[in-house]
Structures are given as C-alpha cells and as structure tokens.
C-alpha cells in the first residue's frame, strides 16, 4: 500500500533539456547585457531615477548576490548618459567676510580655466605693476606733488622764521623735522653758547620758546595738512597708474566669464581689494624665507587670498558623474577643512577646502551600501541634512565631534542636485522605514530584488546569454550544450524549486570559475558536464568535514541510530545543519515513552530551555491533534515524554513535528516502527502535512548515512507531498531509487504516513491506542 506515495525517479529532479534551443556552445550566443528576472526591481530602479521630485531617491533591496549593485550602477550609467555633465564649483576668497569662502560655479570646464586666469592675473599684476612705478612717467609726476607741497611747505616755513625771530629762534630741517634753535647775534646759538648761558638766560629762552610755541600753532597744523594732502596725492598717483593695469586685466576676466551676478560681484570686489592693497603690488614678490624651518614670509602668504581652489573639477566627465563610494566616512562623503601646523599653531583658509563623494556626485548620482553608511553615524545624519535642505554643507569633522579649534571656516553652502541609491536589506529598509521618519520623506522609492525566477522558455535562453556574456567577459573557456544544463539544474537547486531558478548569480558564477579550472586541468578547450559537476562536487568536498564526521560518529556507534529493525516510540527525524555555505542533513533520533501522569507532553527539551518558540508551538499543535483524537470525550490519562536523543544543542523549528507524533503513536499503540524510514514535516492540529525547508539536503543526509553505513534496500524518506516542487537531488540519489534500493514517499496527512511506518491503517492503530488508554485509566481508577 505504501507505493501509492512512492515518487518515480523523475519527479525527483529537474531535469533541463535545451534540445530546442540552437546553439552547440556559448561561443555561438550573444553575451547578455542587463539583468534576468528582476522585471519588478527593475522598473522600480527606472521610475526613481526618471522621477525628478525631492524625496524620490531609491533603495535597492534584496539578498546579495543576486546582482543588484552591480546592475543599480549600471543602470545609472545609462541614465547618466543622456544628461549634461554638471557645472564646475570652485572656493575663492570672501572680501566681505574672510571666514566664509564663497563658492562660484561655471560652466563645465571653465572652472579650471578660471584659476589660471585669476591666479596668472595676479602674478601678471605682481611683475607690471612694480615696472609701472619705475618708468619715466611715474617719477615725473610724483617730482611734480613733491615740488608743489614743498613749495608750500618753504613759504609757510619762511612765515615760521619771520615769526621765531622776533621770539629770538630760528626753525631748521631735521630728520625728525623742524627744530627750533636760539639766535644770538642774528645767527643760530652753538651748543658751546647755549652751555654757557646763565640760569636767567635760559630762563628767558625757555619762555620765549613757549609763546613761540603758542604763536605758531597756525603754520604747523599748515605743514601736517601738507603731509597729509601729500600721502593723499602719492596714493591717488599710486591708484590712477595702478588702476590703468587692473582695470585692463579685470575687464578681461569679465568679459570672458560674462557670467551670474555673483560672479560680477566678485570681480568688482577683487579689484577693489587689489586697489586697496596696491603697495603690496609695488613691492617684487621674493622667495619664501628658509632660514626657519616653520616661517613662512608675511607677503607672500597675504596673496593667498587671490588664490581659486578649484573644488569640483568636471572637465574630463563626458556626461553626468556615478560615483561609487565604498567608504563613506564624514570626510569622504561630505568634504573636509584641512589644517597645516605653522609655528606650532594650526591654521586653514579657503584653499585647504576638500570636496567629498557628495560634491563630486552633484548633478548626477552617487550609491552606497547601507551598511556602509549606518556604521558611520554622522555620515548618515549629515547626508540626509543634504537631502532635506537641497545643499551641501561643509563642517569641519573636529568641530563636529566637539573638539577646539584655533580658528574655522564655514564655506557657503552648495546646492545638491543628485539621485542617491542605497543598496541593502528587506530587515534594515524595515526598520528605517519604521523608526526613521527622514528615511520616509527622502526614500521613497524601494527596487526589491527577488532571490529566484520563473523558470521559462525566455529565462532558460537569456541563462545561456548569461553564461556566454561571463566567459566572454571573464575570459573563462565557453561551456558546450550539456554543461549549460548542469548550470542551469544547479540554479534551480539553489532556488529549491523545479520550476525556478536562482537570482543568485554570485553563486553560479563561482561555479563556472571553478568548472573553468577543472577544464583547464583537464587541457580540454571547452568546459563540458564533467566539469560542471567536478566544481559542484569539489565545493562540497571543501566543506563537507563536519558532515563526514557525524556520519563517521554514527557509523562507529558513538551517535546511535537504526537503519534497519522496528521498535517502539523510537523514530529517525531530519535536522538540517549550517556550516558557513554549506548545509547538510543529520538524522536524529526521536524517543516518546507513555506513562500514567497528567495529561500532555512533556517535551524534555522545551523543558530544559534547549528549544526555540517555533519548535514549542509544534509540541503545543501535538497536544492539539492529540486530544481531538484521542481525549475528546475522557482525558487522556496519561504523560507523554518527548525528547531528542543525544542533542545538546538549540533546537528551532516545527519540521519534526510529524516524526514525533508518530513517535508518539507508537508509544500509545505499542506498535513499532520501520527504523529504515526517516521523516520530515510540520503538521497542523487536524493532522495536514505542511512543507518544510531543506528537504534536499535532509534527504540526501538520510541517504549519505545509509550509503555509510550500508544500503538494505528498505530505506526511504518521508517528505510532505507539497515539497516535491522542491526536489532537485543528486544523481546518486535518483539512481538508486531509479535501481529500487532507496525509496522517497511524499504524503498530505499524518495517515498516509501510519500505513509506510508501520504497516497498519488508521484504524488498526487507533484501535489498539484507545485499548492501551482504557487500560491504563482502569489500572489508575484501581
């Protein structure tokens, strides 16, 4: 009776035929461009990025693997083709407020143009402008204020000495200017005279000069406004030669960046500075001064103001920029403000401004990792600010962190113009979308990448364009027509269904690596099947110890399991086991032992906290089946121990749900069960086989104990009829059950299972199970 489960040899695989399909090998195929089966993600990818409203930037989500960075980048790309490359932005000097650097733009390409120009204007400026004050013209008509102030200032000094005469001095030149000196005799006084005067003499001079003093009050406030009206002439000489050169340059930079009014501004404040700073030009620049390791020359570093920091540069981007920034720490992503030590002191100004991925990305896009940029906090913060406010702003890091600073700048913001893609997980894209309310006005757009496609004639065709573009791509040698199927089988195993295959492109790459250098051990010019499966087999065998160790374990006894015989409330379940990449079956023993206690299961390991919620909800839905069976009209009566033998570790999951009811039944029953059939399966209350996961790798665990061990050909494995979809087994496997040695049953409810367990129908076991309970109740009432 148990063959009406049986499955037949090709429901156990997914065989892949290309028969159809004209082409010998991959060489004949042209190489895909795009992505497979992600129609969802990728319409979703387009619409973000046509989509020009604040708000619609995009994250990409899905498993990695499965393609999803690459083809974000490659999708901008497209994108960025058909728009313009952005403006160029540089920093210059802020005449109005030195301590934020005012940021111009132009057009893409001129910004490198515009720091030649201004930087060679000023060093053009430097060299003409000290050769416009030594010329010919210079000198005469500085002789010609001199002559006329000095003409001045002769007859307001003949007026002194008239005056001093009659006080009894004479004013003469000096260094220092005039100086009065006493006159005897109608010449001015010797010191050797003034050294001989009398007390009373001197007396008198000294009163004489005071009234002196007081009478010619006048004439020097005459003789200051000279001085005055003097340096006043000599500046505005200085300004009317000099403003012939500066005019004629700055005109220049005017009409070749005829640009915004901010840009005009600038140069009417350049110039302004220029003139008012011109004795600075007169002097001829000179060298840095060496002879102190850390001293740097005053003038010179006084023209670092008429320096352009050329922040962004886009003059060799041929459309809008991708940047791809990998490390988006602050400095890399939002810029920085350099210092340099001078004299033991930190300092900065415009020039030491650096650009971040954000600047470099302006007008265009830029992708991150997710997990990248959550592990820096500030990042995060400070690009979602950028986001909000549609600008760039740059801090200084230190400052940021709250640590002092000698001084600091604060650049005037850039406007941001560029489309952020982030590429993470459904879990994290949850958690923001939940608790971060920025995350929801800024992300609106979500490309959810799927991890498996539908496996159709266009999918199994743009599969092997895949494959021909990996080896073209790659350089790896082409696959002939039967080694395409091989790859195409193992898609659909890492999918876990028949009629799926794998988005998880990283993996299948691996193998058509690893298929490649088996091929070229072989010195064969083509990776054909034997290749295929060598890779898939060395991969296992690279990571398969652990496994090898527990089947050697139940080999020599030290983990005791039957493969052969029946006994009572004792069951072989299947537990699936993680290492790394690779997981594996493991049979566990499962025990029920009866006995006359209070009702239910007592399960040893929920019991001892070794079991997860899920894992206890499929003992309570036990409980459940149970007693609707079993105790719908008296109590059950009795106790049901319940535990997994020679398990030490955590157990999670409802999968052995159904091994440990049958376990049970037995115990109740006292009938045995066939030791040589393990099983796996979760089960609802009213006894409804559900599917569980793993079930390849659980069979073929059972199936690689008993090939230790010993085939009888009696051994089998029960699986829920809904995970045939699923199996994708080795060919090992199908040829034994293909040969009649390993058997593979696949039920709906928990009574088709009673039959191929333990040879007995439904009824035959209820029977004797409501005969065990009475007894045990009678015995109890006794």
């Known amino acids: 009776m148990d063959k009406d489960y049986k499955l037949s040899a090709g429901e156990l695989k997914s065989n892949c035929s290309l028969e159809e399909y004209d082409f010998e090998t991959t060489q004949e195929l042209e190489p895909l461009r795009g992505i497979i089966g992600q129609e969802r993600g990728t319409k979703a990818l387009q619409f ?62 001129m910004g490198k143009e515009f720091k030649k120009d201004l930087e060679g204007m000023i060093t053009d400026l430097r060299k003409e402008i000290p050769e416009k004050f030594q010329g010919i013209e210079y000198e005469t008509r500085m002789n010609d204020i001199f002559k006329v102030i000095n003409q001045k200032k002769a007859d307001i000094v003949k007026k002194l000495n008239e005056k001093s005469m009659q006080y009894g001095f004479v004013y003469t030149p000096s260094e220092t200017g005039l100086v009065s000196v006493p006159v005897r005799n109608g010449r001015p006084m010797s010191e050797e005279e003034y050294a001989n005067l009398s007390i009373e003499e001197r007396e008198k001079l000294i009163t004489s000069y005071e009234e002196l003093r007081s009478a010619t009050v006048e004439e020097f406030d005459a003789l200051r406004l000279l001085d005055e009206e003097l340096e006043k002439s000599l500046i505005q000489l200085d300004k009317t030669l000099a403003s012939e050169v500066v005019s004629y340059q700055i005109n220049k930079l005017i009409n070749k960046y005829d640009g915004s009014e901010k840009t005009k501004e600038f140069f009417e404040k350049l110039e302004l500075d220029i003139m008012e700073n011109i004795n600075r030009f007169k002097k001829k620049s000179t060298p840095m001064n060496y002879g102190f390791p850390f001293y740097e020359n005053i003038e010179e570093s006084f023209f670092t103001r008429y320096m352009v920091n050329l922040f962004v540069d886009n003059s060799q981007l041929k459309h809008a920029p991708i940047i791809n920034e990998t490390n988006p720490v602050y400095i890399n992503l939002m810029g920085n403000i350099e210092y340099k030590s001078l004299m033991g002191v930190l300092t900065t100004d415009f020039t030491q401004i650096k650009a971040g991925s954000l600047h470099q990305a302006n007008g265009g896009y830029i992708i991150f990792q997710m997990r990248e940029i959550l592990n820096n906090p500030i990042s995060w913060e400070m690009l979602k600010r950028a986001l909000k406010t549609e600008e760039i702003n740059i801090e200084n890091y230190n400052k940021l962190l709250g640590l ?106 691996e193998i058509l690596y690893e298929a490649d250098f088996w091929a070229s051990e072989d010195n064969a010019d083509m990776i054909n099947e034997h290749h295929v499966l060598k890779a898939i087999e060395e991969k296992i065998y690279r990571s398969n110890k652990y496994e090898e160790k527990i089947n050697e374990m139940f080999k020599e006894g030290t983990l005791i399991l039957d493969i052969k015989g029946e006994k009572i409330g004792e069951i072989n379940g299947l537990a699936v086991i993680g290492t790394g990449e690779y997981s594996f079956g493991k049979p566990n023993k499962i025990t029920a032992t009866v006995y006359s206690g ?22 309570l839905t036990l409980n459940g089946y149970i007693g609707e069976r079993y105790a719908k009209i008296k109590p059950l009566g009795v106790t049901i121990g319940l535990g997994f033998e020679q398990s030490y570790s955590y157990i999670e999951g409802d ?98 299972g009673v039959e191929i367990l333990f040879g007995k129908t439904i009824e035959e076991l209820d029977k004797a199970i409501f005969e065990n309970l009475k007894k045990i109740r009678d015995d109890k009432e006794s």
């Open 404 to 509: 002092a600073l000698t001084d600091s700048l604060k650049p005037e913001p850039i406007p941001l113009d560029v489309k952020v893609i982030i590429i993470g997980d459904i879990y994290t894209y949850d958690l923001l979308y939940t608790y971060d309310d920025d995350f929801r006005k800024l992300f609106k757009v979500m490309a959810d990448f799927d991890v498996e496609m539908d496996k159709n004639k266009q999918n199994l065709a743009n599969m092997g364009y895949f494959i021909a573009n990996q080896c073209k791509t790659n350089n790896l040698k082409h696959l002939d027509k039967r080694a395409v199927e091989r790859i195409i089988e193992y898609s659909s195993r890492v999918a876990e269904h028949k009629d799926k295959l794998s988005t998880n492109f990283n993996q299948i790459i």
């Open 655 to 752: 999968s052995a749900s159904c091994a440990e009811l049958y376990a049970i039944l037995s115990a109740l029953s006292g009938f045995p069960i066939k030791q040589s059939i393990a099983i796996t399966g979760s089960m609802n209350q009213k006894g409804r086989v559900q599917p569980i996961g793993g079930v390849n790798e659980k069979i073929e665990g059972f199936f690689r104990l008993c090939k230790e061990i010993g085939f009888t050909g009696e051994q089998g494995v029960i699986i829920p009829k809904s995970n045939v979809k699923n199996l994708i087994l080795r060919d090992e496997v199908v040829e034994k059950v293909s040969k009649g040695e390993f058997s593979i049953y696949a039920i709906e409810d928990v009574e088709d």
């Open 598 to 619: 209070k009702d239910g299961i007592l399960h040893i390991e929920r019991e001892t906290k070794q079991s997860g919620p899920i894992h206890t909800k499929g003992v």
């Open 48 to 109: 973000g990025l046509r989509m020009g409203k604040k708000g619609y930037n995009i994250y990409v989500s899905g498993m990695s693997g499965t393609g999803r960075s690459s083809f974000a980048y490659s999708i901008a790309e497209e994108f960025a083709k058909n728009r313009p490359a952005p403006k160029d932005w540089v920093y210059v000097y802020n005449f109005s407020n030195s301590s934020s650097p005012q940021a111009l733009s132009f057009k893409v390409g």
